[in-house]
Nanobody, 123 residues
Framework: QVQLVESGGGLVQAGGSLRLSCAASGRTFSNCAMGWFRQAPGKEREFVAA???????YYAGPVKGRFTISRDNANKMLYLQMNSLKPEDTAIYYC?????????????????WGQGTQVIVSS
């Protein structure tokens, strides 16, 4: 089992930055691929970014070049640095983990989900 708790969401103006954090507990964190998904009002939950156990990263097209995912295995933390934020980035952001060490952008591949943290970007 893996427990995930997100923090760092909030209200920011367009063009601003936020850093999301995710604290993990439970099974061996370093062997798990981790990631972030988001869900905007009235929309499907979508993939944002992933990082595998070797810290190789993978991003969705809309956030590539603006967001950076990273992990701290020693402290069991996952981060998402979000720069140049746009109103369309407004969503609830979820930290996720899977038992496999490999990256994936599919919701079904992630068994562990946090409760989410709200990000609102005003225009």
């Amino acid at each position: 089992q893996v427990q995930l708790v997100e923090s760092g969401g909030g209200l920011v103006q367009a063009g601003g930055s936020l850093r999301l954090s995710c604290a993990a507990s439970g099974r061996t964190f370093s062997n798990c691929a981790m990631g972030w998904f988001r869900q905007a009002p009235g929309k499907e939950r979508e993939f944002v970014a992933a990082i595998n156990m070797w810290s190789s990263t993978y991003y969705a097209g809309p956030v590539k070049g603006r967001f950076t995912i990273s992990r701290d295995n020693a402290n069991k933390m996952l981060y998402l640095q979000m720069n140049s934020l746009k109103p369309e980035d407004t969503a609830i952001y979820y930290c996720v983990a899977r038992s496999s060490p490999l990256n994936s952008d599919a919701r079904r591949d992630y068994a562990y989900w946090g409760q989410g943290t709200q990000v609102i970007v005003s225009s």
